[in-house]
């Protein structure tokens, strides 16, 4: 069944810890993207890869960072530089074959806490 | 409807009853826009889209409409069901044509009462 895959489910982190969400999609799709959800609010874009080896910063990229170096996965590492990661992190992928726009599909995410 | 501090919009609709929820997008310029459910402790799940040329388009009980005047988005629901209750968001896509970014509305929450 294709799909995104982000693991893990729940994820803890320690003052001063990095941490790495993973996103896996089998989807063959070429674009990939990550964005944090916080309660009541919409999406809001970390990173985003259009393509594997490349990757450009979204709205909220300070703290955050990431690696393309395979089409099918895009890790998200929260480092301690981000002063407030609690939220929900959301991975997704796009196909963009063609010009004509494709809806993006999304993961069931990770939910990450400060310990 | 206005989203104030960490409360979403709330429409509550009796079971078997037409659901509308609407959102305001921003940029004239958006050709694309997507309504997405998102059920809690989980991923948005794609429900339809529209292209800009069209001011109507209809799914499996699912119908989004768009006016462009207004710059203005509705998803309505016919017969709404209890497992229809749930987060929407609207999407639109950024910079108009070729743009592979979207930006999300803050959603509303739809409560059906059985």
Redesign the interface.
Known sequence: DGG?T?SPKYLFRKEGQNVTLSCEQNLNHD?M?WYRQD???????IY?S?IVNDFQK?DIAEGYSVSREKKESFPLTVTSAQKNPTAFY?C?S?D?GG?S?Q???????T?LSIL | GE?V????PTLSVQEGDNSIINCAYSNSAS??F?W?KQES??????II?I?SNMDKRQGQRVTVLLNKTVKHLSLQIAATQPGDSAVY?CAE?RSGA?S???T????TKLSVIP
């Open positions: 995104i982000q674009a993207y309660p009541g609010q919409g999406l809001r874009l985003y259009q979204g959301l997704a796009l963009r010009y726009n809806p993006q599909h999304f993961g069931d995410g939910r | 989203s501090g960490l409360h979403l050709d694309y997507i997405y402790g989980k991923g948005p799940q794609f889209d292209r968001f896509n070729g592979y970014q979207l999300f509305g803050k959603g």
